[in-house]
């Protein structure tokens, strides 16, 4: 069964909207562990809009399911993951101010730059993941960067299932199929909804783990946050 991490960035903006703590962002992620869900994933970004850094630190006694840290490597990131020591850290190349993750990693020309980061985290025993689109070139380059697995970036496959069009999983079944045989684990995330993951997942030999928060939390304000991550889980199965 391919494991479902939620990311609640989105809990911290409802939060955040209005100031105080309403949502309390411990308990929706407490919660969620308690509904079933097999990981916390976070996405703190410079600017703190959503998830703070405190958050990052708070959680650290709440989850005891997999707890994943995603991000851009600048040196505060780097510091955060290192003090908070999450099972994973999954390394994001977003630019400052950005408002969603938009691109995998070019691990030709970031190869050297992602092994310095990786090794610095594994040294620690996190665990590492980057970010990447599927391109082989890039399966390939970033098996040298050292990391643990890759996260497929999947906006483009959900953005061509709306659109009717199944092929646009091939890549990633490429992706999949090359990232098994370099020995790279293999994440997933970006977009996914009720609507395409379970397709997705029966496609993608070796899918460890999907990170889904945007669709999830959205389809939970009309489904409830319970029912929606059992839903996940079913689909995953």
Same mark, same amino acid.
């Given at each position: 069964m391919t494991k479902?991490?939620?990311?609640?960035?989105?809990?911290?903006?409802?939060?955040?909207?209005?100031?105080?703590?309403?949502?309390?962002?411990?308990?929706?992620?407490?919660?969620i562990q308690n509904f079933g869900g097999q990981g916390i994933t976070i996405h703190p970004r410079p600017d703190e809009r959503h998830i703070r850094y405190q958050d990052a630190r708070d959680l650290k006694a709440i989850v005891h399911t997999e707890y994943?840290?995603?991000?851009?490597?600048?040196?505060?990131?780097?510091?955060?993951?290192?003090?908070?020591?999450?099972?994973?850290?999954? @390394?994001?190349?977003?630019?400052?101010?950005?408002?969603?993750?938009s691109a995998g990693w070019d691990t030709i020309k970031n190869q050297s730059y992602l092994n310095e980061v990786i090794q610095e985290f594994q040294r620690n025993g996190i665990r590492t993941s980057i970010?990447?689109?599927?391109?082989?070139?890039?399966?390939?380059?970033?098996?040298?960067?050292?990391?643990?697995?890759?996260?497929?970036?999947?906006?483009?496959?959900?953005?061509?299932?709306? @659109?009717?069009?199944?092929?646009?999983i091939d890549p990633y079944v490429k992706a999949a199929e090359l990232a098994n045989q370099?020995?790279?684990?293999?994440?997933?995330?970006?977009?996914?909804?009720?609507?395409?993951i379970q397709f997705f997942k029966q496609n993608i030999p070796g899918l460890l783990e999907v990170s889904i928060g945007h669709a999830l939390i959205a389809e939970a304000l009309y489904l409830g946050l319970d029912n929606v991550?059992?839903?996940?889980?079913n689909k995953l199965k």
């Open positions: 479902l991490s939620v990311n609640i960035n989105k809990i911290a903006t409802l939060r955040n909207a209005r100031g105080g703590n309403v949502p309390d962002l411990l308990k929706v992620a407490a919660d994943n840290i995603e991000g851009n490597p600048q040196h505060n990131f780097i510091d955060l993951v290192l003090e908070c020591k999450p099972d994973q850290v999954t @390394l994001v190349p977003d630019a400052i101010g950005a408002i969603t993750s970010f990447v689109d599927p391109v082989l070139e890039m399966i390939e380059a970033a098996k040298k960067t050292g990391t643990d697995r890759i996260e497929l970036y999947t906006e483009a496959f959900a953005h061509e299932y709306t @659109l009717g069009n199944k092929n646009g370099l020995g790279l684990g293999i994440n997933a995330g970006h977009d996914l909804s009720l609507d395409n991550v059992n839903m996940y889980l």
